[in-house]
RNA sequence: GGAGAGAUGGCAGAGUGGUUGAAUGCGGCGGUCUCGAAAACCGUUGUACGUUUAUAGCGUACCGGGGGUUCGAAUCCCCCUCUCUCCGCCA
């Protein structure tokens, strides 16, 4: 959410960033509402002091013993005519409020602008794709292969776009999750477990919702409604919603496994085969609760620890500037891991590491006091995958498949697989005597 | 699921429907004292919105959340949420 007072005084810039974004949104009637709402509210609050002194006086005169029933009554007029425009007053900030919520983030003067996906620019490259002397497989084949990865069950089990792991994969899956969180520990992160069904306001404090209620799963239950998470940053970042922070807990990294629940409306047709776009996928996720001067820095150092994990894994990949058609809704600014894909000859979102700035931290009430100052400042707060787990375990498949069909585990990988270096077909199954 | 108790400022804990944004204690901050510290003493101590050049003043709101009664509600009524205790169920 923007700041009320800056989209006031900044109609100009906000409107230049809504085109910037290629969101279309009616401004100008957020700053009528806006002005009827301090118009009205004026006329409420100095009508209420009216009140508040002449009830004042009513408990003066009473005591004194004297009569009140003049006053009352004229007393009685004022609260009327306040009764009468309290609702208009809540009407008109109901929708000013429901207006600002859809408004997206300002990018900042680094992200560049562009039209499209296509105007993203790449920062840095790491990683030689292998060349390989024989026929790539794509993922689902060497891991169908390989009797790790079961898609036409998993639809069975669910439908589309849902993915069903077996014997080594399961287990890869597990290490890969252990791996990264070990690792980010070690990076100084503190683990989170967090709930994975949360409530609305906790959507709305990240800004999911109200906006993209489409892309996420609801859960009606009998007399509560919950969603399934999308990612790990709803519930881990709004651990501090409507908390006030002392300056010197700032800044908290954190990490958080969770599983992702995205319904992924719209995407119909986009990414149909294998585990790249699924209806659930587990992810690991880095989140940073900052002080505003701290953010830009610890944008950096959430992407280059995100970054840590594919290059221990020996995976190729490059980093992306998102520009401002691709930035994401509460981003300021945004950077992407991508992923080589050898099958697709191409790279992949693996990972995506936004700093939010205010943005989050002003909708959810995440503010923190500094020593000697007065009032509250909002905190800045970042997210970023530290990895997708099932796009990492894809990328394995792809990268380290062999021409037996077999795939070399990545060396990280090994203490966590019990010293494992190879998957390989399963041999037959233990016999139950 | 059944029965009961509760939710007040950073914490603890008062609060007969009328100068209650809220006693008191602790904590925090500032000061006196001290070579320094502790103790003691004195002072101070929330958030948001509006107005304003102003983190100054002034105004309004906020005692879990939402409605209602009243000239006036932390205090009375209704609904919801959460916490705790006991019983039942359960991984």
Redesign the pocket.
Known sequence: MLD??FVRENMAEVEQMLANRKTKLDLAELGRLDEQR?EL??KV??L??E??Q???K??QV?KEGGDVKAV?QS??VI?ERIKAMEPEL?QIDEQYDALLMVVPNMPGPETPVGQSEADNVELRKWGEPRAFDFEVKDHVDVGEGLDILDMPRAAKLSGARFTLLKGDGARLSRALVNFMLETHAKNGYREIAPPFLVNSPTMTGTGQLPKFAEDLFKVDGK??DLWLIPTAEVPVTNIFRDE?LDEGDLPKAMCAFTPCFRSEAGAYGKDTRGMIRVHQFDKVELVWITKPDESEAAHERLTRDAEGILQALNLPYRVMDLCTADIGFSARRCYDLEVWLPSQQAYREISSCSNCWDFQARRAGI?Y?S??????NFAHTLNGSGLAVGRTFLAILENYQNADGTVTIPEALRPYMGGQETIEPPKAEPTVI
């Open positions: 009320r007072k301090r509210q004026h609050e100095s209420r002091h009140q508040k002449a009830s004042e009513i408990a009473k009352i007393v009685g609260s809540k007399d509560k006030i503010r006091k020593k000697g100052q007065k009032g509250t």
